[in-house]
């Protein structure tokens, strides 16, 4: 398995490199995790693979703290954060984009991405995670939420002719859109996308593939990708990572694991 | 004309309640039986301060600190456990609430109907000689509901934490994902559903009488309103909780109060024949 150095450009943040040891979770008596270790590099795409049931979506979880992980550590700039609650981990970095376009259909988009500053309040409890590179933290005044919000919209430009719409009424497009840019107001280190491209047409699905992309590679995000579409996940992601029964069966870079015929018809169907 | 206008300032006030309690209902999204409990416990507490201090404003004080203390502590000893649980789960407890409230209440207080003091003169005000059938204690109960009312929904809409609310009881898992501490929000929601209960219990038990069951009927018809209004839109709260307000106190006046139950289930299966998600719903029903 090659590590998180080899992985990450040069110069990449290294208070941004997620690391997984040994993670352990499930479900009452059921383990969907059995042990899974990876290391995900600042300003990479890392791919997480496996037929249903494989426990990629349990993976993310157990890293955002959704579920608590039995046994394992979750590393974020060496900082162990294993055990502690989504509201926790958000604060320290982690922001997860959980499957089925999660926008909160009651509330407008302004108010959908309002919900997603809702971490800069409130101290981060436990061990420090280290500073990053770059700016520091935002600071917590109304002018520094209005420019967060404004960067949302330029980058987001369907939304701003919508905020203040019901997200209801929005297409399954701009509701990826809008819980991405939610997620990103969050000003996380770390992206956990579980199957952005559910459900979307094939040109949207481009479009959310495409901005993946361009967080990674402009903003440093570390992305962490779940994706039923091995096919798509591989052409964009750095590396790869192939579950199956909560195990890794194989981590590799992604033209490698592109290229490997038995592995594609085994595990990734295609 | 007097009555039509006592029946309509009536009709405001306890349509206002109805309000309150529809709104109270977005911060907690629990169908929240054990309220009426609380309101009806509180105000026999305000009977009680009432009755040894001399003072009107102690009770009221009291019992609305201890409507916030109410509903603050049961959400942390007995609802919280229901929190990951199937929601129907929280909904059988407060029911067990109630029934402890009423039962506790029967055994501390007594279960004979007692008379609950007004703040101000219950005389009619006049303008010359003309009796306007309305007198200073309803006035201010009037304003008071109404102030309460128009703020939390303001509060709701409009203010950081009003959202705070919103996104919790409508996605906690989003809601906690984006770092709202969710827990901590529904305690705030129980313990403002204590404080509106406290309210309504104080204001509108000088013109009901107090006995242990006498504001089921009030929070009966405040969930009403919530799904006559819609229950995701605060002005559907405000318009349908004064709807039936009105439409109640005019049935209870001029036809007879036993009508009233009836009525309101009428105009329910009425407005949910026609608009299946209320009256001011936003989101479309899904027809599967």
Do not use: C
């Not at chain 1, 047409?201 to 361009?214: C, F, G, I, K, N």
């Not at chain 2, 409990?37 to 609305?64: D, H, K, P, Q």
């Not at chain 2, 036809?255 to 001011?280: C, E, K, N, Q, Y």
């Not at chain 2, 719903?281 to 899904?286: I, L, P, Y």
């Amino acid at each position: 398995m090659s590590s998180a150095a080899e992985v990450a450009p040069a110069g990449a943040d290294e208070s941004s490199t997620l690391v997984l040891e040994g993670l352990v979770a499930g479900y009452g008596g059921v383990i969907a995790l059995d042990g899974v270790s990876l290391s995900a590099g600042a300003a990479a795409i890392t791919a997480v693979l496996g037929a249903n049931g494989a426990g990629k979506t349990t993976l993310l979880r157990a890293v955002s703290g959704m579920i608590r992980p039995r046994r394992g550590r979750v590393l974020l700039g060496g900082a162990d954060l294993a055990g502690r609650n989504p509201e926790q981990m958000v604060r320290a970095g982690i922001a997860h984009v959980p499957e089925g376009q999660g926008v909160i259909a009651e509330l407008t988009v302004e108010e959908n991405l309002r919900v997603g500053m809702m971490s800069w309040r409130g101290a981060l409890r436990g061990p420090a995670v280290p500073a990053r590179a770059g700016p520091a933290r935002a600071a917590n005044s109304r002018a520094e939420r209005t420019a967060a919000l404004d960067e949302a919209y330029e980058r987001f430009k369907p939304l701003a002719d919508r905020r203040r719409k019901l997200a209801a009424t929005l297409s399954g497009g701009e509701r990826q859109m809008l819980v991405i840019a939610r997620a990103l107001l969050a000003r996380p280190r770390v992206l956990l996308l579980d199957e952005p491209s559910l459900g979307l047409a094939p040109r949207v699905m481009t479009q959310v593939m495409d901005l993946v992309v361009q967080l990674s590679r402009e903003n440093g995000l570390t992305i962490v990708l779940v994706e039923q579409n091995a096919r798509a996940a591989l052409a964009i992601a750095d590396h790869g990572v192939v579950l199956n029964l909560g195990r890794v069966v194989a981590s590799a870079d992604a033209r490698t694991l592109a290229a490997d015929v038995t592995l594609r018809h085994h595990y990734l169907g295609f | 004309m007097v009555e039509f206008l006592q029946f309509t300032l009536s009709g405001i006030v306890f349509g206002m309640i109805y309000a309150a309690v529809a709104l109270i209902w977005r911060g907690t999204r629990l169908l929240n039986y054990a309220q009426g409990g609380m309101a009806m416990f509180t105000t026999y507490v305000a009977i009680e301060v009432i009755y040894r201090t001399g003072s009107y404003w102690a009770g009221f004080v009291v019992a609305l600190a201890a409507g916030i203390v109410l509903g603050a502590a049961f959400q942390l000893t007995v609802i919280r456990p229901t929190m990951n649980k199937p929601p129907l789960n929280g909904v059988i407890v407060t029911i067990g609430l109630l029934t402890l409230l009423e039962g506790l209440a029967g055994i501390l207080f007594g279960g004979q109907y007692r008379s609950f003091p007004a703040a101000f003169s219950v005389t009619g005000l006049k303008i010359g000689t003309t009796p306007l059938g309305v007198s200073r204690f309803d006035v201010f109960t009037a304003a008071a509901v109404l102030v309460t009312t128009l703020a939390l929904a303001v509060a709701f809409k409009y203010t950081t934490a009003g959202l705070r609310m919103r996104a919790a009881a409508f996605n906690a898992t989003i809601a906690r994902l984006s770092g709202i501490r969710v827990a901590r929000v529904l305690t705030v929601g129980w313990a403002l559903a204590g404080l509106i209960g406290a309210l309504a219990g104080v204001l509108v038990s000088p013109s009901t009488f107090l006995y242990p069951n006498s504001m089921d009927t009030i929070f009966v018809f405040g969930f009403t309103a919530a799904v006559i209004g819609g229950l995701d839109s605060p002005v559907g709260a405000v318009v349908g909780g004064l709807l039936l307000g009105i439409a109640l106190s005019y049935v209870g006046g001029y036809l007879g109060s036993d009508l009233t139950a009836v009525v309101a289930l009428g105009v329910l299966v009425v407005v949910l024949m026609i608009r299946p998600g209320g009256l001011f719903s936003a989101t479309r029903v899904r027809r599967v």
